[in-house]
């Protein structure tokens, strides 16, 4: 489903073409059908509905879809495709699903921060977007579990900071490079093994520093 605007042409037949409110003109009264395009905060959504049944040539059912105000007559337009062949109110149902993704993001922006990016690149913009709503899955994931109802007996609730340790796990955050620790001598002192460090000068030593049985090299 995409919303088009008033001057889309859409086939008349006959190779025509026609504009999409000039076509919303031209239906009877008895076209329209007041439907409810899901709940809000005040209540249902009520409008004036129709639909035109596109022919053209390809696999699939195509529509055109009417919205109108019952208020201002206001019109809006979609264009829709489907496989099968569906009904009305089933098209009015995946059109009122647009309220629905807008308060996704309304809550996505206020609970995990997914507007409040300082980033100008892309790669750095989809990092954040992409923990944004990770975060956010979690968040309704946690929401639709309580609503089911308390948690097994043997399962305890996890904590923000224990869901954050959990996603920067190396499992989730990629491979880290952690120096290696291995026993040594007849006490089982701890000697670290560091990774070879970045060239040199020529002629340069690196300088140590020691303290026990760990040295830094830098």
């Known amino acids: 489903m995409l919303a088009v605007a008033c001057d889309h042409r859409v086939p008349a037949g006959a190779g025509r073409t026609i504009r999409a409110d000039h076509l919303a003109a031209r239906l009877p009264g008895k076209a329209w059908q007041r439907l409810s395009a899901g709940a809000g905060a005040k209540g249902h959504r009520w409008y004036d509905w129709a639909w035109v ?14 919205r109108r105000n019952r208020r201002t007559g206001d019109l809006t337009f979609y264009r829709c495709h489907s496989p099968q062949q569906v009904t009305l109110a089933a098209l009015v149902t995946v059109a009122g699903l647009r309220w629905t993704i807008e308060e996704n993001f309304q809550a996505d922006e206020g609970l995990t921060g997914l507007d409040e990016h300082q980033a100008r690149r892309w790669t750095s913009w989809y990092r954040w977007v992409t923990l944004a709503m990770l975060a956010a899955a979690l968040t309704i994931a946690a929401a639709l579990e309580h609503a089911h109802g308390p948690g097994p007996a043997d399962q305890i609730p996890l904590t923000r900071n224990e869901i954050a340790h959990l996603l920067s796990s190396p499992d989730l955050s990629g491979p880290r490079t952690t120096p290696r620790t291995r026993c040594a001598g007849h006490a089982g002192a701890a000697a670290t093994s560091t990774a070879p460090g970045p060239a040199t000068t020529k002629g340069k030593q690196p300088r140590t520093r020691g303290h026990n049985d760990l040295r830094l090299e830098y």
Do not use: A, E, K, S
């Open 53 to 66: 049944t596109i022919n053209v040539p390809g696999p699939g059912h195509r529509y055109l879809l009417i």
